[in-house]
């Protein structure tokens, strides 16, 4: 079969859902049998989201070959279980760099660099995926909105697709059908406006995705369909669901991913059962019985933790409770009121995250829950914060420190990683993507892992624990129990007597999906049912 592609673009808002609605088309294609796979071009400038802040951003997401990405990849991961690559997230600044860097080394011939044709034809060559892997559906979501001046070589990218693959591409178009409160109605005024820009720049969407809080009638989807020159059967709304995972199943019941088998000249088939996927959304429906969880960080947003707050609801899930995660601010922990704060807390999740800012909170929030004995999992800098805390108050090394955050600490038990030294330039070079890790026979790592003695996880990090510092550690009682072969760098530590306390320097949120929840993430929310129980 030859190669499918379907575009993803978004009109009158942004943070309308289309990487959830991407996912879902490639979720319910892959239920039909298709090869598929997903990527996302973002128009910002930035090489990629590696430099950005998570208050801009949102979370940065890794994947195995060692690209930092938008968020959306993971959401395309965990929906479809696909192992996302750095062909997958596409930025401007990538296209443009590398139409500079061909300019530079004569590539051109000395003619005039424009933005059509150079931009727009390596935009196109990135979206039709000309690397050895095939695929019977490519499916583009382009970030940002319609009528966004540095979305327009993007939009003339697809226009000029659409006229050269004909029937082989569709456009998905995102859009927004408010409620005005006061007049008690639903408008469709938006969304006319924003099929007419996306018709100005010579693209007709095939199929329109309305997003609504409330249930739009045939009569007024009728409506929609005359004024944006769409099939009926081709508007489909979005309605607001208990969870983003019963978005696939909605999109199904409507018959989106039917209506671009037609219109691709696919025949449509039998609707597939899905039953992994039901099965899953029949736990979650039964999964009521709730459990506190509480996140220990600098960023007070959803997004900034986005794959370590679905890898938690997804292990709660199928240990068939609730996860209710509450976020507390580590700027402002203290001695006083860490107590408090983790009234009724079942687990405590030590976040990733770079910088000085809130790691004095962490460590005070680390040394309760040691002491306490409260089921705890360090992530990254979260490893790296119970590392410290553990040199400081049971080595009696009381100045310890990572020399991220102090360079003159007497005792850097964490420390910059040797190859990183040398490095100047901050994007793209630390420590990325996945790396194997040996586990030590018996420790409750090994066990979460269901007796697995290697294992491949992903990382994103420029500091390493000290191995100087090992012997002490472990005749302390705070064991390295994971280990990269290559390397010998400490990958897991654990404290074996507690009932669990565990820091890893990998990402394990990154590789964790809806049909496949990650084992650490399973034993740690069983950890913190089994300590409820017993409290």
Not at 43 to 50: A, E, L, T
Not at 247 to 262: E, F, H, K, S, T
Not at 468 to 481: N, P, Q, T
Request: aromatic share 8%.
């Amino acid at each position: 079969m030859q190669t499918k592609y379907i575009f993803v673009t978004g009109g009158v808002v942004s943070s309308l859902g289309k990487g959830i609605i991407s996912a879902s088309i490639g979720k319910l294609l892959q239920a039909r049998g298709y090869k598929i796979t997903i990527q996302k071009f973002d128009p910002y400038i930035n090489i990629d989201p590696g430099t950005l802040n998570p208050y801009e951003h949102g979370e940065c997401y890794v994947t195995a070959d060692g690209m930092e990405t938008d968020l959306d990849l993971g959401h395309y991961e965990r929906f479809t279980g696909i192992e996302t690559t750095r062909h997958n997230s596409i930025t401007t600044g990538r296209i443009y760099k590398t139409v500079i860097d061909r300019e530079r080394h004569g590539d051109y011939l000395g003619k005039t660099i424009q933005v059509v044709p150079h931009i727009t034809d390596e935009i196109k060559r990135r979206m039709l995926r000309d690397d050895d892997e095939t695929f019977d559906f490519i499916i583009t979501e382009v970030g940002g909105t319609i009528g966004d001046i540095e979305s327009a070589p993007f939009m003339e990218a697809i226009r000029q697709l659409r006229w050269q693959l004909g029937h082989d591409a569709v456009c998905v178009h995102l859009t927004y059908v408010p409620y005005l409160k006061a007049a008690d109605e639903l408008k469709t005024k938006p969304t006319q406006h924003s099929v007419k820009e996306l018709q100005s720049m010579g693209i007709q969407p095939d199929i329109l995705v309305l997003r609504t809080e409330r249930h739009l009638d045939d009569a007024m989807r009728l409506k929609v369909a005359s004024f944006c020159n769409v099939d009926l059967e081709c508007v489909v709304q979005s309605e607001d669901m208990p969870s983003i995972y019963e978005v696939p199943v909605n999109m199904q019941r409507q018959g989106l991913d039917a209506a671009i088998l037609r219109k691709i000249g696919i025949p449509v088939g039998e609707t597939p059962q899905m039953a992994p996927w039901h099965k899953f959304l029949e736990k979650q429906r039964k999964a009521t019985r709730e459990i506190n969880i509480a996140l220990i960080g600098k960023y007070d947003l959803q997004d900034a933790y986005k794959s370590i707050r679905e890898s938690l609801n997804l292990a709660g899930i199928y240990n068939e409770v609730k996860t209710c995660l509450h976020f507390v601010n580590s700027e402002y922990i203290t001695t006083e009121n860490i107590a408090s704060k983790l009234d009724g807390i079942a687990g405590v999740i030590i976040c990733p995250g770079f910088g000085q800012r809130g790691i004095e909170g962490k460590i005070t929030a680390i040394e309760y829950c040691r002491n306490n004995d409260v089921p705890t999992f360090g992530i990254c800098l979260g490893m790296q914060m119970m590392v410290i805390e553990f040199a400081r108050n049971v080595l009696g090394h009381k100045d310890a420190n990572s020399c991220e955050m102090n360079a003159n600490t007497t005792h850097p038990v964490i420390d910059l990683m040797e190859e990183q030294k040398a490095i100047k330039e901050m994007g793209g070079t630390m420590r990325l993507g996945a790396y194997d890790c040996e586990l030590r026979e018996g420790c409750k790592t090994y066990k979460a892992y269901n007796g697995k003695s290697s294992i491949k996880e992903r990382h994103r990090h420029r500091y390493e624990f000290n191995n100087k510092y090992l012997s002490e550690f472990e005749a302390a009682g705070m064991k390295c129990v994971g280990i990269n072969p290559a390397t010998s760098l400490a990958e897991i530590i654990e404290i074996p007597e507690k009932q669990w306390y565990i820091g890893t320097q990998f990402h394990p949120e990154y590789s964790s999906t809806v049909l496949h929840p990650h084992p650490l993430f399973m034993s740690f929310i069983k950890a913190c049912i089994d300590g409820t129980a017993e409290a």
